[in-house]
Each structure stands twice: as structure tokens, then as C-alpha cells.
């Protein structure tokens, strides 16, 4: 169970854009994320009749350190350490570190 997932927001720690908010677009198994909005870089592309892709240049999101992120908490409109909790039910759920408050619902 990861700490960090697909669909979670997000605020940068470090970096360019550190204090930018952004919702993760893909885990990567390498232990980085993709934010939407975050980290741009432009690429450079030719243009392809066959896929329908037309030339110039793309701005497109790159991986970010998943150290490099914190999910953030709507109570404290912060980001917030996530550390991992057993319910008496069995279920593990995520919980915010410094109010113990539940992630997931």
C-alpha cells in the first residue's frame, strides 16, 4: 500500500515549484509520481501524419521524487506527512500525522 496515490493532491516540498498544488497522474514503480502542472519541460516534436500528431513544441509534465511530495490536508490547507493505521474492523487505512484524521473514506 502506497502513501501516495493515483488521483490524491498533492503539494510540492522542493524544487522549481515548490508550494505548487497539483492532483498525481501516474505512480511510476521507480518511486517517482506525475503531477499535473508541475515540473513542466518542453519537448520538441516532429510531426506525424500517420498518428495525427502535428510538430512544434509541447509542454509536458516530468516525474517529480515521491520525497518530494506531501498529500495535502483540507482541514490545515497543508501538506501533511501519511503514515498507515489498522482499524478494528481489519481494514488499513492512511491517516494524516499530525491530526491522526482518516484519509480515505
Known sequence: MNKIRKGDEVVLNAGKDKGKRGTVLQVLDTGHVLVEGINLAKKHTKPNPMKGVSG???SMEMPVDISNVALFNQATQK???VGFKLLEDGR????FKSSGEVVDA
Open 79 to 81: 501538506g501533511d506527512r
Open 56 to 58: 512544434g513544441i509541447i
Open 92 to 95: 488499513k487505512v492512511r491517516v
